[in-house]
């Protein structure tokens, strides 16, 4: 494993045992409200803490994007983007889906990635070039060819109402066709998911970096395609990402193209 790649490692199991010692205490957690429906509890800030203790004590030059703390500036090119805990609201509801994303860029382009999810203890690695893996078990995207009987993955906005429309017409136009729908709330996990080929594709609009950074390398290195919604490779600033098969995802691309540029 790359000695990057194994710091991000033991910072997302702390973060992950910070997570889980707080399960059985939630009524007791002190929690803030971002904005409208977006929550920010304890658990995160002290996940997030136990992250940065560690990567900063390993490699004190590299910049941090960080959800709770924000950006860092550093000083060789590297940088850190760090989700504590990707689906705040779940946890917060004691619904099992939740994880650790942390990611590492160097001058823009993607490294390293670790999607942990302490519940099942499933640990999801990736660094560029030398595959996807799932607690050391090399994992591939699925080898679905079209939409028709595939299963998806998506997100619905909370925090963007101007999106919603598209994201109805999307499922107006795809329910019919394809084997299901779901919607699990941890971005982070959807694209894990769409590596180890559980779901044939994963959509989701106006989402944040530290969201989809890991999981997006995970894809790739996974052997499938990620893309924004117009097929660029902008999604870490856009916010928009299309991920799936090499076969499968053009599909679902070009579609969701089409649904913004009609709602637009």
Do not use: C
């Amino acid at each position: 494993m790359h000695p990057y790649l194994n710091t991000a490692v033991r910072a997302a199991r702390a973060a992950g045992r910070i997570i889980l010692r707080s399960m059985d205490r939630i009524e007791r957690l002190h929690i803030e409200r971002k904005g409208h429906n977006d929550f920010v509890s304890d658990v995160d800030h002290k996940a997030e803490a136990a992250i940065l203790e560690i990567l900063q004590q390993a490699y004190p030059d590299h910049a941090i994007l960080a959800e709770e703390t924000g950006a860092q500036e550093g000083r060789d090119g590297y940088r850190w983007i760090i989700d504590p805990l990707d689906g705040t609201t779940n946890y917060l509801h004691g619904f099992p889906a939740f994880s650790v994303s942390i990611a590492l860029e160097y001058r823009g382009r993607l490294e390293q990635a670790v999607v942990y999810d302490p519940l099942r203890e499933e640990l999801f690695t990736a660094s560029r070039g030398s595959g996807a893996f799932l607690d050391n078990r090399r994992i591939r995207v699925s080898r679905q060819p079209q939409l028709d009987g595939a299963l998806l993955a998506t997100g619905f906005p909370y925090r963007h109402d101007e999106q919603l429309k598209v994201d109805l017409a999307m499922l107006e136009r795809l329910v019919p066709q394809v084997a299901g729908i779901r919607r699990a709330g941890s971005a982070a996990l959807d694209l894990a998911w769409t590596a180890a080929g559980r779901v044939d594709g994963f959509w989701e609009l106006n989402l944040n970096a530290w969201d989809l950074a890991a999981g997006a390398l995970l894809v790739e290195e996974a052997g499938g395609m990620v893309t924004d919604a117009q097929g660029g490779d902008d999604y870490l600033e856009t916010g928009n990402i299309v991920a799936g098969g090499l076969d499968l995802q053009p599909h679902l691309q070009r579609l969701l193209k089409a649904r913004l540029q009609t709602q637009g």
